[in-house]
């Protein structure tokens, strides 16, 4: 198994947040409300756990086949949804197509998906993949790689957090207009803080769980 390279997407509008009053006179100012920040939070960390199910544990799991897309009725379709994967052992993982007529697409998605060396074969109408262990030096090196990803999305929560503290600042030296009062601000900004400290507690216990199982003999 080859270290697979887990790069997230960043878009520019997670650290957008509206300034004050908007095109419309009598439209009351807003801040940053907690709900909103922590949403956009969750939404970078989930992200983040999402990439992490297409690295496995020690011992395989249904879900590390959650990210193939197979190519059925005209359209890529997600594995999970026209088949279903159960572990037969330690080493093997059977797959099991909901119409015969897309094993052999199925079976060229597991072969053709990238880092994972799968050598898929079909055997009395199911997929076989037989799954080789992971050597404890390739462990290793994913557990450093699982890190590298969540101080990225750290930082990106982090940024999430500046954006809209800097939207807060505004309203604290009165800039957002008469609708905003100091008391106001101090509130949202506290509100941002405690959610940040949430969304990254959240993201670290991902991060924990996931090195242990990989890690685990």
Do not use: H, W
């Not at 074969?121 to 997929?127: H, S, V, W």
Request: charged share 30%; hydrophobic share 35%; aromatic share 4%.
């Amino acid at each position: 198994m080859d270290i697979p390279d887990l790069t997230l997407t960043e878009y520019e509008s997670e650290t957008k947040f509206p300034e004050g009053q908007g095109e419309n006179e009598n439209e009351v100012p807003t801040l940053p409300s907690e709900e909103e920040v922590k949403k956009r939070m969750m939404r970078v960390v989930d992200a983040m756990e999402k990439s992490f199910q297409s690295i496995r544990g020690a011992e395989p799991t249904p879900e590390l086949f959650d990210s193939f897309q197979v190519k059925a009725y005209g359209t890529m379709t997600s594995l999970n949804s026209i088949a279903q994967v159960v572990i037969s052992s330690p080493t093997l993982a059977t797959i099991s197509c909901f119409d015969p007529e897309i094993k052999t697409a199925a079976r060229d998605a597991v072969r053709d998906m990238v880092n994972m060396n799968f050598n898929p074969r079909i055997e009395d109408g199911d997929i076989l993949v037989p799954i080789p262990r992971v050597s404890a030096e390739t462990r290793k090196a994913l557990v450093k790689q699982l890190a590298k990803v969540a101080e990225s999305t750290r930082q990106r929560v982090r940024r999430i957090r500046r954006a809209a503290q800097d939207v807060v600042k505004e309203g604290k030296d009165g800039k957002l207009g008469p609708g905003i009062s100091e008391d106001d601000a101090f509130r949202a900004a506290k509100q941002i803080d405690e959610a940040t400290d949430q969304c990254i507690k959240q993201l670290n216990d991902v991060l924990e769980k996931k090195q242990n199982s990989v890690m685990s003999v």
